[in-house]
């Protein structure tokens, strides 16, 4: 059975840093894409997760959202079967639960959605 498990998430001040883990188990996600998506508290139900980053198999090719471009940053370890993600210069707006998530068969992310996906890490940011 196929398992991402988030970990990191919390409360922390505008301006503040938080890096949030993801450890994958159940089938070796080295080959394929992963990343990031998030939802703020209060989305109304069935609103699409927002994209965040995304990480190609390799971990050269990344993606980001405009919103975060510059401030968070993907990286994976391959070893692990882990995915990072270091978010720096916390806004009140990023507020969320953060949601790993994994391609089942392609190597770059697609833009599309994912396959496999974590239950979420809540991240609070006060201003």
């Known amino acids: 059975q196929v398992q991402l498990i988030e970990s990191g998430g919390g409360l922390v001040q505008a301006g503040g840093s938080l890096r949030l883990s993801c450890a994958a188990s159940?089938?070796?996600?080295?080959?394929?894409?992963m990343g990031w998506f998030r939802q703020a508290p209060g989305k109304a139900p069935g609103k699409e997760r927002e994209?965040?980053?995304?990480?190609?198999?390799?971990?050269?090719?990344?993606y980001y959202a405009d919103s975060v471009k510059g401030r968070f940053t993907i990286s994976r370890d391959n070893a692990k079967n882990t995915v990072y993600l270091q978010m720096n210069s916390l806004k009140p707006e990023d507020t969320a639960v953060y949601y790993c998530?994994?391609?089942?068969?392609?190597?770059?992310?697609?833009?599309?959605?994912?396959?496999?996906w974590g239950k979420g890490t809540l991240v609070t940011v006060s201003s």
């Open positions: 998530a994994a391609d089942a068969v392609r190597a770059y992310y697609s833009g599309g959605g994912m396959d496999y």
């Open positions: 159940g089938r070796t996600f080295s080959n394929y894409a």
């Open positions: 994209f965040v980053a995304a990480i190609n198999w390799s971990g050269v090719r990344t």
